[in-house]
């Protein structure tokens, strides 16, 4: 991302969406987030510049010529999203589906490699005729990453957003919150301690 570039992130009050925001705007972005209304000051309150109600308002519809879209939501979202970008955008996948360069960065055999590659055709082939990119993302842990941005938490720049914290005797009882979508914003974690 380059300062001045406008970034769409879906689902803005979740555990991604939050961090996602916040590192946008330490690089300059313009953010753009969907939310439910009862989730719009945290948003804000974390950098977001323009808000999306979800339930209420089609992104698709008020959205236009954004560079990029992180999209953790997958399916029709993933669709609607290609629609938003302007010519040489790129739309970010975290739920799917997976891409060519994905299998080959995962040391894929061939069979695996055509089915990953006809997994994201539709998907690619929308964003081509669009003019714009789609790829696929597999987070995973990265200490160099992690170092980039220790600095920028220490100095209260980015701020995890933490829903619950349960204790770990308790790791049971926090999967059934995770399990029953009651989770309202950001993580929740299980304290080993």
């Known amino acids: 991302m380059q300062p001045g570039q406008k970034v769409l992130i879906h689902a803005g009050s979740g555990g991604l969406g939050t961090i996602a925001i916040q590192l946008a705007k330490q690089l300059g972005a313009h953010v753009a987030t969907t939310a439910s209304t009862a989730k719009t000051d945290l948003v804000k309150e974390l950098g977001a510049d323009v808000v999306v109600d979800y339930r209420k308002q089609a992104f698709e519809s008020l959205l236009h010529d954004y560079d990029v879209v992180l999209d953790s939501l997958g399916g029709e979202t993933l669709e609607k999203s290609l629609q938003v970008l302007k010519p040489g955008g790129m739309a970010i996948g975290v739920a799917g589906p997976p891409d060519p360069a994905f299998a080959r960065d995962l040391g894929a055999n061939a069979i695996l490699r055509l089915v990953m590659s006809a997994l994201s055709f539709t998907t690619r082939r929308l964003a081509k005729r669009r003019g714009v990119t789609y790829s ?49 914003a950001g993580k929740v974690v299980v304290a080993m301690t």
Do not use: C, N, W
């Not at 941005?149 to 995770?178: M, N, S």
């Open 136 to 184: 696929f993302l597999f987070m995973k842990a990265s200490g160099d990453q992690l170092r980039h941005l220790t600095p920028l938490i220490e100095a209260g720049k980015i701020r995890p957003v933490v829903d619950r914290v349960f204790p770990f005797d308790q790791t049971r009882h926090a999967l059934e919150y995770l399990e029953q979508g009651r989770a309202k």
